[in-house]
């Protein structure tokens, strides 16, 4: 009887914190006023999270276009097909890896440190300091962060795949010494503005709020000791990896 | 005591298996200053928290500026709270933000005043606190005793008519403790607040307060003034009073039935 509790409770718990957290984005959106301040506290965190995590996800997309086009063509030379290689490329960048490692990228450096921000705001009571003032810290302090890892996802993604094909001109070209003119066209006349860029669009600003919204929820109930600040950043990389990895197949699924 | 301005009735209040508060009533008049005290753990911050509406009894009434505010709906408690000012255990300053920020985000939050007002209310609020000249610092470049200055100047911005205190000289040096006490006397007196400080420092609370309630075991087992208190002969009030090891009250987390518990502070 015990037994058939515990394992029951087990099963239910992240279906009833799956419940508690869309609750909790449910109260963060009904706070959005149109005032200054929100859009001063937005621009101000996309701020902070984008110059945050912005060299890292140059840095990786330098490196991911590189090997990609490294591996391309590697492979496509056996079958003489290596003036394809801008189009493989470009087809997997927009449509997967851009978004995805985007993704993951900004979980590791933004996603955490929203997360011990907020933490520590609880642990050090600011957060109840502001309930007492009577200010709402779900509007002020968790849907700025939230806001602005929605509209930050995009433009980092636009920047890892800028940084990507960058890597991949130079490496194909430079390296291989590719013909310019093939490479470039062969991307301009296969890439599709709707299935593959705007695909790349759609997926990044999912997971922008995906990640911040496990982000600010883990953070604001955090146990306010160092401990809990410590278990809510880790349980935000986690979860958050393995979320936004589950909803690109979704989203593939339907978008393809 | 007429027209109290905090009315707690019959409260009850319980965490897991272990009460915390049993049937503790308490009328805490308009103006002046009130002590709660009693040994760590004995549910003095959660006294206050009920008061501030932020914990529910399980059973009893908190009536505070004529409001029942376990009853309120969050943005009806949150309209109550602009009425009173909280200073918690550490300030809880806003690290992010200066020391002139801080005092002036309620100002910021609850009023209309142009930046002007601001400037010049915030100014004026700091100077009263000794703190004039202190606006571009962070917190965490303050000494504890300014800390907690700027947290008094951000709790009375509003004119609130409540000021709640959690332990507000704890962990002070002598000299500090001693102008945060006439702070408090300053501020209370001549914005004629009533200032409820929790506190287990006994030989402040008998320069500083008007009134004290003392709790031990979950119960309220005296009120009166210090001079009254000092003079009061049940062993358990005389133990705390004077900081007596045997007595009534015991310092274990938990102790057989019939015995008073108290858990050591956390
Ligand atoms: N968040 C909590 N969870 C469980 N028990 C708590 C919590 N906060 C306080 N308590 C318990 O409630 C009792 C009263 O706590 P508190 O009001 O903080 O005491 P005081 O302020 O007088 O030192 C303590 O014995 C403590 O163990
Ligand atoms: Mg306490």
């Known amino acids: 009887m015990k037994m058939e509790q515990t394992r029951k409770n087990k099963l239910l718990a992240p279906i009833a914190e799956t419940g508690h957290c869309g609750l909790f984005l449910m109260r963060m959106l009904g706070s959005i006023r149109l005032e200054r301040q929100l859009l001063i506290s937005t621009l101000q965190q996309t701020y902070l999270i984008g110059a945050r995590s912005l060299v890292i996800i140059m840095i990786c997309g330098f490196f991911v276009g590189m090997v990609l086009s490294l591996q391309s063509i590697n492979a496509l030379q056996q079958f003489g097909a290596s003036d394809q290689v801008s189009l493989l490329v470009g087809k997997s960048l927009f449509r997967e890896l851009g978004p995805v490692l985007t993704a993951l990228l900004f979980a590791g450096r933004a996603g955490t440190s929203i997360a011990a921000e907020i933490g520590l705001m609880k642990a050090t009571s600011q957060i109840e ?44 070209i430079g390296v291989m010494g590719l013909d310019p003119g093939i490479f470039w066209s062969k991307l301009h006349t296969g890439i599709y503005f709707t299935k593959d860029f705007m695909g790349g669009v759609w997926k990044s600003i999912v997971f922008g709020g995906l990640v911040s919204l496990i982000a600010v929820y883990f953070g604001y109930y955090a146990k306010p000791t160092g401990e809990g600040v410590g278990t809510a950043t880790t349980r935000t990389v986690v979860l958050s990896s393995v979320l936004v990895l589950i909803f690109d197949f979704i989203m593939t699924s339907f978008l393809i | 005591m007429k027209d109290p301005i905090i009315r707690i009735r019959n409260v009850h209040f319980q965490r897991g298996d272990k009460v915390v508060l049993d049937d503790v009533s308490m009328d805490i008049g308009r103006g002046g200053i009130v002590a709660i005290m009693g040994p760590s753990g004995v549910g003095k911050t959660t006294i206050l928290r009920l008061i501030s509406g932020q914990l529910q009894p399980s059973k009893g009434s908190i009536e505070v500026n004529g409001k029942q505010v376990s009853k309120l709906s969050r943005r009806k408690l949150y309209e109550c709270r602009k009425d009173i000012g909280v200073l ?9 933000l200066t020391v002139f920020e801080n005092v002036a985000t309620p100002l910021r939050e609850h009023t209309d005043l142009g930046e002007e007002e601001i400037s010049e209310r915030v100014t004026a609020k700091l100077d009263s606190v000794g703190l004039a000249g202190t606006e571009e610092l962070m917190p965490h470049s303050l000494s504890g005793g300014m800390a907690r200055r700027v947290a008094l100047a951000r709790a009375v911005i509003l004119n609130p008519k409540i000021v709640l205190f959690d332990e507000p000289m704890t962990g002070l040096d002598p000299i500090a403790m001693s102008t945060v006490g006439r702070l408090i006397r300053e501020t209370n007196d001549s914005l004629g607040l009533t200032s409820v400080i929790v506190t287990h420092n006994v030989s402040q609370m008998k320069k500083l307060v008007d009134y004290c309630f003392i709790l031990a075991s979950a119960k309220l087992i005296a009120e009166g003034s210090p001079q009254e208190l000092m003079r009061n002969s049940d062993p358990a ?23 008073a518990t108290a858990s050591p502070g956390r």
């Open chain 2, 237 to 259: 009030v005389d133990q705390f009073m004077n900081g007596r090891v045997e007595g009534p009250i015991s310092f274990k987390y938990r102790e057989d039935a019939g015995n």
């Open chain 2, 88 to 96: 918690l255990q550490n300030g809880a300053l806003f690290t992010d």
């Open chain 1, 129 to 172: 300091a502001m309930q007492l003032m009577a200010i709402d810290p779900v509007q002020r302090i968790a849907l700025p962060r939230f806001l602005a890892g929605v509209i930050s996802m995009p433009l980092l993604t636009a920047m890892f795949n800028a940084f990507a094909l960058l890597g991949a001109v130079m490496f194909s």
